[in-house]
């Protein structure tokens, strides 16, 4: 079985062809890099950049599977929850796949994408519980079975990598921001500045990071004659020193509350085995540290996407349409991409979902 997988729905133009026995046949991503001018993702500049490099990941990823669209069994867009103008150029070009070659048609949750995706790696069986954290979203789920979902927690504000990337734009590091402050970390001194923990008691498994943001920002003010922030003129070691303490404190921040998540997920859910990070946040590496230490301390086994697949890709898309695909779940050709798609929107109210008091 052979599913092709679209990705458009930020600012990457991924295409990949994975099949059942979990083999990636071809790949072919295109990062826009035309964003970078503007410190974040420009939603019009970024659609006409997926109109211009999609056929072209098609054909690429193709190639290298030295494969033609008629050997496929499916194929598979990110439908959403994204930025529409990306998120239609990929589910068009899908549907005009299935249409001219009569293939069927899987509308992606691009979360659920994210949500599978360490399973093409690893035997994970559900349910499992994950920390979800990227750019636009930061949940912790049980990960009951494929489109079955319980969120435990979320973000009452920032994403957790929207935290990173703006941290990043405040001292002037460029976007996105994350990579670059996961290297100068590792060179900092993570005590040098005390930071808060946003709703460190709030007593549920919801997440906040925009106090976080503020205490950086007001940091970076201080080196400002003028209390501009864009007028801050920052040593390079105390970049670094503000990098380790934002990594270290919005790790505390997502590690506490997993915890939390942890010990409700082994209460009700006995057979899970696992604690999975997934998104673009969960390629750094010093997070992805903590969390395995975190999961161990409880007997779970920890598991992450390899980190190229951790941000956006094709191949998290084929893969979810594929786990889509094998159960029967595809998707009219009248689908309407849904800018908005709460993964957990067809879960049965469980008690304490949306914020689990543990
Ligand atoms: O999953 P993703 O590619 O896009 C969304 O679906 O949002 O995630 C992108 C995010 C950006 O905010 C980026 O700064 C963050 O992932 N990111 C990281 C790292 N690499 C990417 N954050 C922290 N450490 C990293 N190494
Ligand atoms: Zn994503």
């Not at 993702?41 to 109109?51: D, K, Q, S, T």
């Not at 993570?190 to 976080?212: E, K, M, W």
Request: proline share 5%.
């Amino acid at each position: 079985m052979i599913v092709l997988g679209i990705e458009s729905s930020c600012d990457d133009t991924g295409a990949a062809l994975v099949t059942d026995q979990k083999e990636i046949l071809g790949e072919a991503l295109q990062s826009q890099e035309e964003h970078k001018q503007y410190g974040g993702v420009v939603p019009e500049i970024a659609a006409r950049a997926h109109l211009e490099h999609v056929d072209e990941m098609i054909s690429v990823c193709l190639q290298r599977a030295h494969m033609d669209l008629s050997q496929i069994d499916a194929v598979a867009a990110s439908a959403g929850p994204g930025l529409i103008g990306g998120v239609v150029v990929g589910v068009m070009s899908a549907k005009a796949i299935a249409l001219a070659l009569n293939k069927p048609f899987v509308a992606v949750n691009h979360l659920e994408g994210h949500a599978l995706c360490a399973r093409i790696a690893h035997p994970i069986e559900f349910p499992y519980l994950l920390l979800l954290v990227s750019g636009g979203h930061c949940q912790i789920l049980v990960v009951k079975n494929v489109g079955e979902y319980q969120r435990l927690g979320t973000t009452i504000d920032d994403a957790a990598g929207e935290a990173f990337d703006k941290v990043a734009k405040m001292l002037g590091l460029g976007y996105p921001g994350g990579p670059m402050i996961e290297k100068l970390a590792a060179v900092g001194d993570d005590r040098r500045f005390t930071l808060p923990h946003p709703l460190a008691n709030s007593g549920d498994c919801n997440l906040s990071f925009s106090g976080l943001k503020t205490a950086v920002r007001k940091i970076a003010e201080s080196y400002a004659s003028d209390g501009d922030v864009a007028h801050a003129i920052l040593p390079k070691q105390d970049v670094a020193d503000i990098c380790a303490c934002f990594q270290m404190t919005a790790t505390e921040c997502l590690t506490s509350k997993l915890e939390r998540a942890i010990k409700y997920f082994k209460q009700h859910y006995p057979t899970g085995q696992h604690v999975v990070v997934s998104g673009g946040v969960a390629s750094n590496i010093y997070l992805r540290g903590k969390l395995k230490d975190l999961a161990e301390r409880y007997d779970l086994d920890f598991a992450a996407p390899p980190i190229r697949f951790c941000t956006d890709n094709g191949v998290m898309v084929a893969w979810a349409g594929l786990e889509r695909f094998r159960l029967g779940l595809t998707n009219d050709l009248d689908f309407k991409p849904r800018p908005r798609w709460p993964l957990d929107e067809n879960a049965p109210k469980a008690a304490g979902a949306g914020g689990v008091k543990a």
